[in-house]
């Protein structure tokens, strides 16, 4: 089955998506959902070029975590850098949240 002339694909949803609007959905669904899976994904939107992205980033992980570590969307790369490996070593550590579960469970 061919598609038909003119048709457009739909657009791929989700953190990776080429459409910014569905990017910056995925982040804010994750938060609302407080989607645990979703916390390595978040960390990375950190290091986003777009400061949307960024923002909605940190709100969500607060939103799921309790915490920032620190972490400005708005302030200058090298800083943010440090957060984001701040945010990398409590994941990977598995620190316990306000739930009391760990970020590995």
Known sequence: MSACPGCIPPIPEGFD???PTMRLAAIADAGDA???AAIPELIR???STDPGARLLAIRSLQ?????TFGYDYAA???ERSEA???WRDWYAAGESRDDGRSAAD
């Open 34 to 36: 407080r989607d645990e």
């Open 76 to 78: 200058p790369r090298w």
């Open 17 to 19: 998506s080429p459409d």
């Open 63 to 67: 939103r799921i975590t309790g915490e």
């Open 45 to 47: 939107q950190l290091e």
């Open 84 to 86: 984001v490996e701040r």
